[in-house]
């Protein structure tokens, strides 16, 4: 892909800078030390180049691990009210969550849905390595869920390749609710880039949908993970949410 340069306005892409660089500077080698992880396969990523890392998630700390144990810097999405907070404790996050690489984006489906994968595209235009969850959301039950067609889309849109990522025993290290990381092993496996192009181009449902069970099935192929066969997310409230879901003929 060619790079070009960051959009000018209020969709402007922030690259990683200096609290970025000294969060992997320093926390990195300290998280090496501690936790000792398995790192597989750091030669997959390029290291240069837009390049799509879609990972299983099992684990708050994901966010974390995979900036700090990949070759080079990562940028992905989070919950935009990570950055909107006032006072310390605002700046804290903010501060925080910008030396791990994310971008605040407006979770959600429908339009918002479609924003973040615009955003994605955008971080991706950079030629930056932009990491993200197929799955949508963490996996409570260790399951590897179904994955959602964005990444399709957003690999098929912007032609870079996707480098698989298989996390393994970061649900023992953070588990859902707990606030401080606990000392475990834990591995990062890098799987070889994957081409999806010759699936057809973004706007086909089917090319998208290919495009992502390939992408799932080798993540699947690191992490050995069961297969849930559906999508990871919360039951249908009522009658009305069911009928959409039935309709919804796949999610981003």
């Known amino acids: 892909m060619t790079k070009t340069e960051p959009d000018e306005g209020p969709n402007a892409v922030k690259r990683p800078g200096f609290t970025y660089l000294f969060g992997r500077t320093v926390i990195g080698p300290i998280a090496r030390l501690v936790y000792r992880p398995t790192v597989i396969g750091r030669k997959n990523v390029p290291r240069e180049g837009a390049i799509i890392l879609a990972s299983n998630h099992l684990s ?3 966010s974390i691990v995979i900036p700090l144990m990949a070759p ?17 404790k605002g700046w804290l996050s903010r501060s925080f969550f910008t030396a791990i690489g994310a971008v605040g984006v407006e979770r959600g489906a429908g339009q918002a849905a ?15 390595a932009f990491a993200l969850y197929p799955e949508g959301t963490r996996s409570l039950d260790g ?21 698989p990522v ?9 588990p859902v609710g707990t606030k401080i990381p606990r000392v475990r092993k834990f591995t990062v496996a890098f799987g070889e880039p994957i081409d999806v192009s010759r699936y057809g181009p973004a706007e ?49």
Do not use: C
Request: aromatic share 8%.
């Open 60 to 62: 708050f700390i994901d």
């Open 72 to 88: 080079r810097r990562v940028q992905f999405l989070a919950k935009s009210h990570y950055f909107e907070g006032t006072g310390f």
């Open 114 to 128: 479609q924003d973040a994968l615009d955003q994605s595209k955008r971080i991706l235009d950079t030629g930056a």
């Open 143 to 163: 399951r590897l869920y179904k994955g959602r067609t964005g990444v399709g889309w957003l690999a098929l849109t912007t032609g870079a390749k996707v480098v």
């Open 166 to 174: 298989g996390l393994i025993g970061t649900d023992q290290l953070q």
């Open 204 to 252: 086909s449902g089917r090319a998208r949908r290919q495009a992502t069970d390939e992408i799932m099935a080798a993540i699947h192929g690191l992490t050995g993970q069961e297969l849930a066969e559906k999508y990871n997310e919360a039951p249908p409230a009522g009658a009305v949410e069911r009928v959409k879901r039935a309709l919804r003929p796949e999610r981003l």
